[in-house]
């Protein structure tokens, strides 16, 4: 098996998604690692915004 293969835990987090949250293949696709680790409540995954990442989501999502 690649090494990189074991980097994220892929297998895990679709059997939790499918199974526990009940997403769509379509919604599971659609979240990033970091919203996956977010809808499980794993604080200790989380890491404070970037400014970069504030600005990336500001873009995407602007005031209107």
């Known amino acids: 098996m690649d090494d990189c293969a074991e980097l994220f835990p892929w297998a895990a ?8 949250l009940k997403l769509s293949s379509r919604e599971f696709w659609a979240m990033t690692p970091r ?3 977010a809808a499980f409540y794993r ?6 915004l970037t400014q970069f990442d504030l600005e990336q989501m500001m873009r995407a999502f602007p005031d209107e």
Not at 43 to 48: D, G, K, L, Q
Request: charged fraction near 20%; proline fraction near 6%; hydrophobic fraction near 55%.
């Open 13 to 20: 987090m679709m059997a939790a998604g499918f199974g526990v």
């Open 35 to 37: 919203e996956l680790n």
């Open 43 to 48: 604080p200790e995954a989380r890491t404070a």
